[in-house]
């Protein structure tokens, strides 16, 4: 069973930075993607970013120049580090991994941290 924890979610000022943090563990050979996803109340969730785990990115438009998505390999973890904030990114922020699992991956989701963006 892989478990993802996140971290550093919280309250800050428009125009301001957080970073999350995202920790996968449990029996991991390797894992494939792994990224963010968010959901503000009452609308659908929805991919930030994505890193693969060659490093390759992908963004979501509403956050290309503001956020930034990083991994460590070693330590089956990885980063968002949100620069620039806006109100319109208040949400709960999920990590979420492809954990490859014999011939195929298995996808697994974090619990969720609250990013709200307020003055």
């Known amino acids: 069973q892989v478990q993802l924890v996140e971290s550093g979610g919280g309250l800050v000022q428009p125009g301001g930075s957080l970073r999350l943090s995202c920790a996968a563990s449990g029996s991991i050979f390797s894992i494939n993607v792994m990224g963010w996803y968010r959901q503000a109340p009452g609308k659908q969730r929805e991919v930030v970013a994505v890193?693969?785990?060659?490093?390759?990115?992908n963004y979501a438009d509403s956050v290309k120049g503001r956020f930034t998505i990083s991994r460590d390999n070693a330590k089956n973890t990885v980063y968002l580090q949100m620069n620039s904030l806006k109100p319109e990114d208040t949400a709960v922020y999920y990590c979420?991994?492809?954990?490859?699992?014999?011939?195929?991956?298995?996808?697994?989701w974090g619990q969720g941290t609250q990013v709200t963006v307020s003055s």
């Open positions: 890193i693969t785990s060659g490093g390759s990115t």
């Open positions: 979420y991994a492809v954990v490859v699992e014999g011939s195929h991956g298995r996808d697994y």
